[in-house]
């Protein structure tokens, strides 16, 4: 089955750019989706469509692409950005698949 | 305000059965897919289940499949997991949740606050 690989954790200081990668062979044919969730809480959208932002996300949320990696960026990241990320994609019959998360840990 | 509310999460026993109902309101709920997602205790996310619009298509994980049934009632403005022969690693918290682009099934904008579901003896 199709697998989307993140790294466990990332930590970064207050002020500080976190970057989150999630990796998958079909990547380069599907878009990828990123979400926020903080504990106890339902996930939140941050970026769809790779790139875009939804209304109400902060501007210092940012998604890239390159190949078979996606990444999310956090730049000048806030102690309220600490929470865990998962990146979502579609395997090749448009299935969503998703990472196994990234816990963000501001120091 | 645009909201989805779970419900009909327990315990349930091995082999036992439950029935989970997602309630849409504030959007037009018949032009969406819709989806189950659940999240087992500190694990990550898992993608169970679609249905089309129109329940035209139906989409399973195959760890689920031949034991979840997923439906909707338009009319009703609901979605529903049929969940049977519920094992151990069912346990979670499920999630019904919206896609953004009523034209597509694939980030998910809307989620609902989520239902527990635990299956032991």
């Known amino acids: 089955s199709y697998e989307l690989t993140q790294p466990p954790s990332v930590s970064v200081s207050p002020g500080q750019t976190a970057r989150i990668t999630c990796s998958g062979d079909?990547?380069?044919?599907?878009?990828a989706y990123w979400y926020q969730q903080k504990p106890g809480q339902a996930p939140v959208l941050v970026i769809y469509?790779?790139?875009e932002r939804p209304s109400g996300i902060p501007e210092r949320f940012s998604g890239s692409s390159s190949g078979t990696t996606v990444t999310l960026t956090i730049s000048g990241v806030q102690a309220e950005d600490e929470a865990d990320y998962y990146c979502q994609s579609a395997d090749s019959s448009g299935t969503p698949v998703f990472g196994g998360g990234t816990k963000l840990t501001v120091l | 305000e645009v909201q989805l509310v779970e419900s009909g999460g327990g315990l349930v026993k091995p082999g036992g059965s439950l029935r989970l109902s997602c309630a849409a309101s504030g959007f037009t709920f018949s032009s969406y897919s819709m989806n189950w997602v659940r999240q087992a205790p500190g694990k990550g996310l898992e993608w169970v289940s679609s249905?089309?619009?129109?329940?035209?298509?139906?989409y399973y994980a195959d760890s689920v499949k031949g034991r979840f049934t997923i439906s909707r009632d338009n009319a009703k403005n609901s979605l529903y997991l049929q969940m049977n022969s519920l094992r151990a690693e069912d346990t979670a918290v499920y999630y019904c949740?919206?896609?953004?682009?009523?034209?597509?099934?694939?980030?998910?904008?809307?989620w609902g606050q989520g239902t527990m579901v635990t299956v032991s003896s």
């Open positions: 469509k790779d790139s």
């Open positions: 949740a919206r896609p953004y682009d009523s034209s597509a099934n694939d980030a998910f904008d809307i």
């Open positions: 249905i089309s619009s129109s329940s035209s298509y139906i």
């Open positions: 079909a990547l380069p044919k599907q878009y």
